[in-house]
């Protein structure tokens, strides 16, 4: 009997959209239950009692399925529970991203494995298994909360302020209106005031406008990427391809990029700012960098998201003070 999904645990199974049409096997092998992660309508049929979880999310960088999971998770346990004879069956469009990562992190939870060993597992059962990115991301994230989901975790909020930021800038102003884009904007604010987590530095150098020595940042503030081509943003930083390479990276140094500065977030978020623009001084308006909420490229080829960047020549770094802080620095 073919059937488009595999056994990736006792009575759970992960699959595809042909595999959930699949009445036939379903019935043979006793899938009562059904999680579709996928958006769009689903067949009904008034003679189907299969209990069903239908989460209509797309398979994109700004979806959020840690925030599902719990109900997953509770939805698999129970029917279990409920008779011993239950099956389940996670499906999205193709069974390789979406479901595949609501599976993962049933593993993970389930047995109490690493982002990486529940991987490895699952691909052993389904070797198609491709979380995307951001996917990625989230299940080294779950691993980072003890898998299980932490609204006020700092990485978590982290990645919130990443998935505002990432709807913000793709909104189609033309066809959603401008209510909806100041709506998003506002989204995007709040997300930001938001506290992360947190890391103690003791030594701080200070980095001011060169032109009226107003403190701009602290060393606390930098964002650091390592060296080379390619893409670096939130879900590279976090990603769990990321945590499985053993190669030590060589960190930039090139270029004084940023994390989020409340008051450069006041200037981004003055409606008459684009995407991109420059960065000036609080105190005496004099340019002293640039943003790009799609990111820029650093002079050692690597392309950073996003991009809050400073000139050398318009700042200067005041002497090393000793004392302890807290920052919004959160880095791997």
């Given amino acids: 009997m073919e059937f488009s999904a595999d056994l990736i645990d006792d009575r759970v199974w992960l699959g595809s959209l042909d595999a959930m049409e699949n009445t036939i096997a379903l ?15 689903l067949p009904t049929d008034a003679n189907d009692n299969r209990i069903r979880k239908h989460i ?7 979806t959020d399925l840690l925030i599902e999971f719990d109900s997953c998770y509770d939805f698999i346990d129970k029917a279990q529970s409920d008779d011993s004879k239950n099956n389940v069956l996670i499906h999205c469009q193709a069974g390789v991203s979406r ?24 691909r052993l059962a389904r070797p ?44 189609d ?35 001011i406008c060169r032109e009226c020595h107003r403190e701009l940042f602290t060393n606390a503030d930098l964002s650091r990427h390592s060296e080379g081509g390619g893409l670096f943003d939130w879900f590279m930083k976090y990603g769990v391809e990321k945590q499985m390479k053993s190669e030590p990276e ?14 450069v977030m006041i200037q981004i978020d003055q409606p008459e700012n684009a995407h991109f623009d420059n960065i000036k001084c609080p ?6 960098g640039k943003y790009n909420l799609n990111g ?32 919004k620095n959160i880095s791997s």
């Fill in 173 to 207: 102003t033309e066809n959603d209106g401008i209510d909806g884009k100041n709506n998003l904007r506002q989204q995007f604010h709040q997300a930001f005031t938001l506290p992360y987590g947190h890391a103690t530095c003791t030594i701080i150098e200070t980095y």
């Fill in 128 to 171: 198609i298994v491709h979380p995307n990115p951001s996917f990625s991301a989230q299940l080294y994230l779950f691993e980072q909360m003890n898998n299980q989901l932490d609204l006020n975790h700092g990485l978590y909020k982290e990645f919130q302020f990443e998935r505002t930021r990432a709807i913000y800038i793709d909104h």
């Fill in 250 to 263: 060589k960190e930039c140094h090139q270029k004084l990029f940023t994390n989020y500065l409340e008051w």
């Fill in 56 to 62: 209509r999310v797309e398979d994109m960088a700004t």
């Fill in 283 to 288: 105190q005496c308006s004099t340019i002293v």
């Fill in 296 to 327: 820029a490229k650093c002079s050692c080829g690597r392309w950073v998201t996003p991009a809050l960047y400073f000139d050398i020549d318009k700042i200067e770094q005041k002497a090393i003070t000793k004392m302890n802080i807290e920052t």
């Fill in 99 to 122: 479901s595949a990562t609501i599976a993962c992190m049933w593993l993970m939870r389930r047995y109490k494995l690493s982002a990486n060993i529940a991987l490895k597992r699952l």
């Fill in 27 to 41: 019935d043979s092998l006793h899938i009562t239950h059904i999680i579709s992660i996928i958006n769009s309508e």
